[in-house]
């Protein structure tokens, strides 16, 4: 049972948007802690994905590189990941990630499939 | 640009110790705290552990507390982890990653990951 909580999966169409949303507490995001979202591009089995790359930093910030359909915001104890315009390429895992107090430690959502159909 | 390169793994009984290793390279190592993070096969990310610039302060996942040890060596910008009384849930693809700032705190977050290493605990 993550801390943060993640749809299992989402999927659409080539264009369309779709939107992942990060659930906490007051311990975590509801706590001011930032929310952070990385891409893991799936792999060929057996090998696993790829190494996570960071995707969104501090709730809504991207990093060089990252194209501006991918989108980031928070808002009490949430935080959602918005992907724009999508593409075949965006099919990955995507987990958001944050500090909890609590735990004093970091915490991870369980992953969102993201599949364009 | 940032490498991170992580070895050390491989198949270990239950119960035995193994230490993995992260070369690091293309930044300045000694400006930036380090973590590992692990991902048992088919499942989530699991942050383990984290190290400041300086290996000053050191944090530990609750699950691996008292069994496993983060360092760093600067003189060889090298990242270590040194797992003792393995079990069969630390099999996992342990990845070392960059934190982007130089202190383990509740704004860090990790900009620059390795490729991964796998661990397998089996009897």
């Known amino acids: 049972q993550s801390v943060l909580t993640q749809p299992p999966s989402v999927s659409g169409a080539p264009g369309q948007r779709v939107t992942i949303s990060c659930s906490g507490s007051?311990?975590?995001?509801?706590?001011?802690?930032?929310v952070h979202w990385y891409q893991q591009l799936p792999g060929t089995a057996p090998n696993p994905g790829t190494a996570p790359k960071l995707l969104i930093y501090r709730n809504g910030n991207r990093p060089s590189g990252v194209p501006d359909r991918f989108s980031g915001s928070k808002s009490g104890t949430s935080a959602s990941l918005a992907i724009s315009g999508l593409q075949a390429e965006d099919e990955a895992d995507y987990y958001c990630q944050s500090y909890d107090s609590s735990l004093s430690g970091f915490v991870f959502g369980a992953g969102t499939r993201v599949t364009v159909l | 640009q940032v490498q991170l390169v992580e070895s050390g793994g491989g198949v270990v009984r239950p119960g035995r110790s193994l230490r993995l290793s992260c070369a690091a390279s293309g930044f300045t190592f000694g400006r930036h705290a380090m973590h590992w993070v692990r991902q048992a096969p088919g499942k989530g990310l699991e942050w383990v552990a984290g190290i400041s610039y300086d290996g000053s302060n050191k944090d530990y996942a609750d699950s691996v507390k008292g069994r496993f040890t983060i360092s760093r060596d600067p003189s060889k910008n090298t990242l270590f982890l040194q797992m003792s009384s393995l079990g069969v849930e630390d099999t996992a693809i342990f990845y070392c990653a960059r934190d982007w700032a130089a202190a383990v705190s509740g704004l860090s977050h990790f900009d620059y990951w390795g490729q991964g290493i796998m661990v397998t605990v089996s009897s």
């Open positions: 007051s311990s975590n995001i509801g706590a001011g802690y930032d």
